[in-house]
């Protein structure tokens, strides 16, 4: 049977409490899938992964991953969407940039694909956004100062072997944001997300989902 859905932007004032960071035992461990900046758009500066399991305790381990330790940055998680089995959202953590995504159903995409968008626009610190897929993640660098308020996502550099080749269905995205030593609180420039050419787009695609019963 075919269900239809509409995009999920989720925005909340969820409070969260601060998460205290300590240097990880282990690192994430490379797995499977090699992810691509070019899996969003628009393109990451830098990508990483797929790793194995889930992204529980990534924050304390973003600096190691990418190599970024000499920046001194800290950094928590802002918004974690899991997606359910009927398309929505469950939304997790402050959301402090009104984070939402959409996620695409047909023939072609069966989940693998959609769009993302901030409620602001341009941030002062950098962020990363991760994907997670069947039993891997994948994680995506933006540099401070990137001018972007949405984009595209996809799976396919997250986990495509445990489907012969095709991306397995978005299990959940996460939000990642930075702070600079001594610079306080993240602060970003408010910039209305144009989520009307997101619609129109999505809609091409004619948002339908195959499940088995």
């Known amino acids: 049977m075919k ?13 969260a409490t601060g998460l205290a960071f300590t240097a990880p035992e282990t690192l994430a ?30 924050a304390s381990e973003i600096n190691d991953v990418f ?8 950094w928590n998680m802002d918004a974690k969407i899991d997606i359910t089995e009927n398309g929505g959202g469950v939304l997790s953590g402050p959301n402090s940039l009104d984070f939402g995504v959409s996620v695409l159903y047909n023939n072609t995409t069966e989940g693998s694909r959609g769009t993302w968008s901030f409620g602001e626009g341009l941030y002062d610190e950098a962020f990363v956004i991760v994907l997670k897929a069947a039993t891997s993640y994948s994680a995506y660098f933006f540099e401070a100062g990137t001018s972007i308020s949405q984009g595209w996502w996809d799976t396919i550099g997250t986990s495509a072997n445990a489907r012969n080749g095709k991306a397995a269905e978005l299990s959940h995205i996460s939000l990642y944001l930075a702070s600079s030593p001594g ?19 999505g809609g091409a695609f004619g948002l339908s989902r195959r499940r088995s019963s």
């Open 3 to 15: 269900k239809f859905i509409s995009t999920l932007l989720v925005s909340s004032a969820i409070a």
């Open 183 to 201: 610079g306080g609180d993240d602060t970003s420039v408010p910039e209305p997300a144009t989520l009307l050419g997101l619609a129109l787009v």
């Open 67 to 74: 190599g970024i330790g000499d920046l001194g940055l800290t």
């Open 29 to 58: 461990q490379q797995v499977g899938q090699t992810c691509d900046v070019n899996n969003f758009d628009p393109a990451a500066s830098m990508c990483e992964g797929s790793f194995s399991g889930n992204d529980v305790n990534f």
